[in-house]
């Protein structure tokens, strides 16, 4: 019998890596256990049996001034990855998010002429970029796969074959935690508001938010005496928030692991998170969030002038509802005050909860809640088929 084929996975941050393990169950369920893995993955694809070839944690970082203290060591892992796809000579090289780092390594396989299905998990938002972007994926992949049903349009005007296949935070767990177990596992009395706050899984992003976010439960501190805080966390930067959150105004719950993120969820009043998934994840769990981020003033800066992005909003939740579902407080307006002001209304207006759960509910549906097969499924479909 001939060797299963090698599927090479690439994730680059968190989110990707619970995609990518998601994938693989998916790959492996439909194959008949008939695949093989290699590649780079975190926490949540080693879980699923991939062995990486270095730390995920190496490629979490975002912003251009963000990047330049460590382009030495990402410039090594790139030399390192195309070394390693070229002694594995895998049937297929799927890369899942993060394009920063991810269209390197397609861009560089297509110009060493590998014999290997170049495919990309997660479109980038060429909506939100300069157009040209689109047609730099046509010129270096084989199939895209999107997670919203209005991107295959871009792609293939330009020739590229792009399949939506569903966003797949539709299938997680994010809505199905334990309240009650949760509360009374880390002594969090039944009627006590709770506060969950989740700076980021990269260091950049948690670097700029924990202070800011402790600043800010300094002023809930005064203003909702008792309330309850837990931040769920991720390998790439357990460290550093533990350590920052040490000498908070009020005592933090810090859990880790995917269940204790959902059941921190589930039991939580509302929540203040940097920008990301998990404003899609929260949706899922209909807890009420206020959407923060800050880069430096020079990525920014580049990002909007010379880069072309033009975005009315960074949360996916508010921009497949088209208006401000959850409120975003971004860089000069990412300050302890004003995420005070927003996170206290949620805290104590029953009538914003209700709006925000309603507006979350619309956008989750055009991503295809409650619809057919699972995203993750669909994908397989596509790559096995592109085999």
Known sequence: MSEPPLIYLIAGEPSGDLLGARLMAALTRQSGGRVRFAGIGGEEMRAAGLQSLFPMADLSVMGLVEVLPRLPRILKRLRQTFADIEARAPAAVVTIDSWG?????????KQRGLPCRRIH?????????KAGRARTLA???DLLLTLLPDEPVWFEKEGLRAVHVGH???EGAAGQGDAAAFRAAHGFAPEQKLLCLLPGSRRSETS???????ATVARLAASHPGLGLVVPTVETVAAAVEAATRDWALPVRIVHGRAERYAAFAASSAALA????????LAMARVPSVIAYRVSPLSAFVATRFLGLDLRFVSLVNILAGREVMPERLQEACTPDKLHAAVGQLLDDPAAVAAQREGAALALGRLGLGSGASPSDRAAEAILAAL
Request: charged share 10%.
């Open 101 to 109: 780092f991810c269209g390197r390594i397609q861009a560089g396989l």
């Open 121 to 129: 998990y997660v479109a980038p938002m060429v909506w939100a970029w």
């Open 168 to 170: 797949p935070v539709i």
């Open 208 to 214: 700029r938010l924990l202070p800011v976010f402790g």
């Open 274 to 281: 940097a920008s990301g998934t998990v404003a899609l994840e």
């Open 139 to 141: 010129g270096c992949l």
